[in-house]
Structure formats: C-alpha cells, structure tokens
C-alpha cells in the first residue's frame, strides 16, 4: 500500500516555464512533508519542506503547496533551468518524535534548454 | 567537509553469497538511517540507529538483513545468503539528532546491488 504516490513517472518542461510535481498521500496523520531530488549517482537531497500548520512555503524559485483537505501536495519551480533537471522525491512523516519518512516513488524532470 | 560515503559504489554478487555494505555519516550526527530503492519503486526505509539507543530495525524486510553501528560512527549493512530481489541502490543517510521530524537527513551517494 504506497501511502505517498506520485503518479507521473516523467515530466519535461521548457526552460524558463514553470514546472509542476505532484504527490498524493493518503495517511491523515502525516503532517510534515519534503521535497529531495536526487541526480544520477548521487544521493537525495533535501530542496523544500512544509508543515501542515502552512499551505504554502517559499524558497526562491520553488514553492511547496499543500491542500490538506484533498491530501495533495505540489511543487512549482519557476523559472525552470536545465540544472533542475533530476528526480524529485516527495516524502511525509507523522511528528511527535517520528523519524520514518515515507517515500514516494519519484517523478523525472527534465527540462529542456 | 565531508558528506555521508557509501563504499563500496557498486557490488554484483551471485545469489546466494553474503554482502557487506559500508556507511561512514557525517562526523557529529548521532542518527544514521539505511533505506533501498528498487526499480521502480520509492526509498524504503530499512534501519535507524540513534546514539546508544536501541536500533529501529522494523523495515528490515527479512532476518538476512542485519546491521550495525560500532561506536557510534560507521555503519554496516549485512545482507545474507541474497537474492535477486535484494536488487536495489542501498542508500545511507544521516542527521544531527533523529527524534524530529524536522531533522535534515543527509544522503550518500548510495551502493547499487546486484544480485545475479
């Protein structure tokens, strides 16, 4: 049972477009949720986080969005530049000492120059 | 300035043979994790170590896996017996405390299995 989806495999976007990454959960006990992305050969690492206490957080050229009613969270970078180009993780955890994040499976950006 | 290792990059060995893989943390971070990403799929958290405390081994998914962590440092990852299903990247990770979810985890670059 994936508690975290992220359904799209792949996405390309334009340089300079926005790009949009979507993650679905469907435990209602997560309420801390991150973003990694992850290059070939190397390890994740860690972009953008938020609590469920914010539905939007902000660093620079990414955005973290969160509808907690529908369970979804998305990331908007914009403008998109090939250096974005990896694979992007969303992960969710419960807090009250819990270090177990649940993983989606990764969605592939690519974004063209 | 060091970041988490992970000896060796890459490991083929045939079903059946014992494997060892190698996590060296961040110097100062008292938490270390080891997750596995098979094709296709999500990371899957395996094992957490936090200082002198216990292990959490609930994601190790079968008594062939094991690991430790001697003094507090260096990990290793010890699959027996594998089998081709143990395929994955095995990545290690570590942060300065782990009792938060807010603790940034610090990867590795990861060790690819194969198992043949």
């Known amino acids: 049972d994936q508690q975290v989806k992220q359904n799209s495999p792949s996405l390309s976007v334009q340089e300079g477009r926005i790009s949009i990454l979507n993650c679905d959960y469907t435990n209602s006990m997560f309420d801390y949720f991150l973003w990694y992305k992850k290059y070939p050969a190397e390890g994740p690492t860690f972009l953008i986080s938020i609590s469920s206490i914010k539905d939007k957080n902000e660093d620079g050229r990414f955005t973290v969005f969160l509808n907690k009613s529908a369970k979804h969270l998305s990331l908007h970078i914009v403008p998109s530049q090939p250096g974005d180009s990896a694979v992007y993780f969303c992960a969710a955890s419960a807090t009250a000492g819990t270090y177990k994040y649940i993983f989606g499976t990764g969605t592939r950006l690519k974004v063209l120059a | 300035g060091a970041g988490v290792s992970q000896s060796p990059s890459n490991k083929v060995t045939e079903k059946g043979k014992d494997v060892e893989l190698r996590c060296d943390p961040i110097?100062?971070?008292?938490?270390l994790y080891w997750y596995r990403q098979s094709l296709g799929q999500g990371l899957e958290f395996l094992i957490y170590?936090?200082?002198?405390?216990?292990?959490?081994k609930s994601g190790l998914p079968s008594d062939r896996f094991s690991a430790e962590r001697t003094g507090g440092s260096v990990s290793t990852l010890t699959i027996q017996r594998t089998q081709q299903e143990d395929s994955a990247v095995y990545l290690c990770?570590?942060?300065?405390?782990?009792?938060?979810?807010?603790?940034?985890?610090?990867f590795g670059p990861g060790t690819r299995l194969t198992v043949l």
């Open positions: 990770a570590s942060s300065l405390v782990g009792t938060s979810a807010y603790n940034e985890q610090f």
């Open positions: 110097s100062g971070h008292t938490a």
């Open positions: 170590f936090q200082g002198n405390s216990a292990p959490d």
